[in-house]
């Protein structure tokens, strides 16, 4: 049974033009090549491995290709991974990164916006900056902070190894309410100094 047509995802970032430029082909035309060599009852690293192997394609986007094709084909949800479900929450917030990042590091500011990181172990990343992350009770978080400009940054959770589709939904839920809690805080007028 052929792979439907790719389906619009507010997930999905790359234009299929950009696929196309840096794979060769179309999703279409890798989905239809993936089908007819059996990818159907393939894992995601048996798919990613042909793609790199048969076809050449770098691991990156061997990966994409690979991940975009089990969605379209029905064998994965929506934010699922290999290791479980991920999901992902980004804020623009009006203060400096350097700011943002203090909300994020010092203990005491941080548990003003997210006192469920009280439980959680926090792990600084070697060589990244502004950047940590927690093992949390559910699964794994990576917090981050990017600069967007002098006066703004945005701010960022990506929540990974979700058990299942339910905890991915009540995951993006509860992050979106502790960002929210957080530029409330930073630009509000009980910023936190």
Not at 5 to 22: F, G, L, N, T, Y
Not at 44 to 55: E, F, G, N, T, V
Not at 171 to 185: G, I, Q, T
């Amino acid at each position: 049974m052929p792979s439907p047509p790719p389906k619009p995802s507010a997930e999905r970032a790359i234009r299929d033009e950009v696929v196309v430029a840096k794979t060769g082909k179309s999703r279409r035309a890798w989905f239809e090549q993936l089908d007819k060599a059996g990818a159907r009852g393939w894992d995601h690293k048996a798919i990613a491995r042909s793609l790199r192997q048969d076809y050449g394609l770098t691991p990156w986007w061997a990966q994409t290709v690979a991940v975009d094709y089990e969605r379209a084909a029905g064998l994965r949800d929506q934010h699922e991974q290999p290791d479980g479900y991920q999901i992902q929450r980004e804020r623009t917030v009006h203060v400096s990164a350097e700011r943002a990042w203090r909300a994020w590091d010092d203990e005491a500011e941080r548990l003003r916006w997210l006192p469920e990181a009280a439980q959680a172990k926090i792990r600084r990343l070697a060589g990244a900056r502004r950047r940590v992350r927690l093992d949390w009770p559910n699964g794994r978080v990576l917090l981050g902070v990017q600069p967007r400009g002098d006066d703004k940054c945005s701010v960022g959770v990506m929540h990974s190894r979700l058990a299942g589709r339910d905890d991915a939904e009540a995951a993006k839920r509860f992050w979106s309410a502790r960002l929210d809690a957080l530029v409330a805080l930073l630009e509000g007028p009980d910023e936190i100094r």
